[in-house]
């Protein structure tokens, strides 16, 4: 993609990252070399396989760690989970945690978040993130969680998060990034001409020779999506997005 491989802080964290994060099934595979000599913030997955945690751990050296963990069923399991997770990738530190919203109401209600900031505020985490793919829910969650890290989807094929979703959360002082990986030559170009708005992650190395895609195409891509997808309707004033389904 470039010479050389470029890092920057990103922004709103103190998180070292390169022009993309990595899948942390990555370093449990073929493509570990590449990723240590190319070195970014490593992505855990609420599905990757404790297997697979145990496998890729000894091998992230230093890079910075985004743990993803689902909702449990109950609140009160959420902190073994955490700390199950984190000893299968061999850290007893972690320097993000994000937790992926099934139902938003949830999130309102504190059970989850208040374990979450009790981790953070004991060490045991840095920065604290929610997820969801659904850019509506997304911009919800930017608006009612004091976090530094917002997962949501944003792609070449879906862009409905540049309406307001990535908009949102930085104005609300948060770090956007993706959770679907781009499968395509064009759909990488496309991630990672929009780290400005969220961190692509991959799960593959990024083509040799490829360039990020240049501002007046990345344009061109967002006007068309945008003549065939309008604009969602605002909020509902006090009510999680998923209440109106």
Not at 165 to 170: K, L, M
Not at 218 to 235: G, I, M, T
């Amino acid at each position: 993609m470039m010479n050389r491989w470029p890092t920057h802080t990103l922004e709103h964290t103190d998180l070292p990252v390169g022009p993309c994060a990595w899948r942390l099934p990555m370093l449990a595979g073929d493509d570990r070399d590449y990723v240590q000599t190319h070195p970014s913030l490593i992505v855990v997955d609420p599905t990757d396989h404790d297997d697979i945690l145990k496998t890729a751990g000894p091998y992230m050296a230093d890079m910075p760690v985004l743990l993803g963990v689902g909702e449990p069923a109950f609140a009160r399991q959420l902190r073994d989970t955490i700390l199950r997770r984190m000893t299968a990738i061999g850290r007893d530190r972690l320097d993000a945690l994000v937790l992926h919203v099934e139902d938003p109401a949830e999130i309102k209600s504190g059970g989850m978040l208040q374990t979450m900031f009790e981790l953070r505020d004991t060490g045991v985490v840095g920065f604290l993130g929610l997820a969801h793919p659904d850019a509506h829910v997304a911009e919800w969650l930017s608006i009612n969680a004091a976090i530094r890290l917002l997962g949501l989807g944003y792609s070449l094929a879906d862009q409905s998060a540049a309406y307001r979703a990535i908009p949102s959360a930085s104005d609300y002082g948060m770090s956007a990034y993706t959770l679907t990986c781009p499968q395509t030559d064009e759909g990488i170009r496309f991630a990672l001409a929009q780290t400005h708005r969220a961190l692509a992650v991959l799960d593959r190395p990024v083509p040799t020779g490829l360039t990020p895609m240049p501002e007046a195409e990345a344009k061109e891509a967002w006007e068309a999506y945008a003549r065939a997808h309008p604009e969602p309707p605002p909020l509902r004033r006090g009510r999680p997005p998923m209440a109106d389904v």
